[in-house]
């Protein structure tokens, strides 16, 4: 055997591989178990979290907030730790926050100077049932959905 015939050879060999390796690794990220769309059913209701929080989510598109805490400063508020949590009407839609699961979207007027203010609910399901949480609210502080109380 010549040593160009071997060469072409491993050449061939190193190539098959290198293929294999990114075949393998766009199959293993465009075709795993896509999740399954959230729905209304998924969302309506009342959500409690453990810090006071609560959000009330109609099947209608609308909502009421109490306590939730702000997304920043950018909204409108005041910066006292009064102003720090809104209380009050909001409409929703379903969006994802960037880099995380799928769940929905608050939208609502700042009080102070009635700028349109966002707050995301990431929504994940568990065996114990579906739980969220926002992503402005400190570590640990997660929402429970309460089944109970539909729309």
């Known amino acids: 055997m010549s040593t160009s015939f071997r060469r072409t050879i491993w050449w ?27 729905a209304i059913t998924d969302v309506a ?3 409690q979290s453990s810090d006071g929080g609560r959000l009330t989510v109609r099947a209608d598109g ?7 805490t702000r997304p920043g400063l950018d909204c409108g508020q005041s ?10 009407p ?22 102070a100077t009635a700028k349109p203010c966002k707050i995301y609910l990431v929504v994940f399901s ?9 992503p402005q609210d400190p570590p640990g502080v997660d929402y429970v ?3 109970t109380q539909q729309g």
Request: charged share 25%; net charge negative; hydrophobic share 40%.
């Open 12 to 38: 061939l060999i190193g190539a098959t591989g290198l293929f294999a390796m990114l075949a393998a690794a766009f199959l293993m990220n465009f075709l795993e178990d896509p999740e399954d769309p959230l």
């Open 45 to 47: 209701g009342a959500w």
């Open 62 to 68: 609308t909502a009421d907030l109490e306590r939730v």
């Open 79 to 88: 910066t006292d730790a009064a102003g720090r949590s809104y209380t009050g």
């Open 90 to 111: 909001a409409t929703w839609v379903f969006d994802t926050y960037p880099d995380e699961k799928p769940g929905i979207r608050f939208d609502y007027q700042g009080p």
């Open 126 to 134: 568990l065996k114990e049932g579906t739980k969220g949480f926002l």
């Open 145 to 147: 959905r309460s089944a």
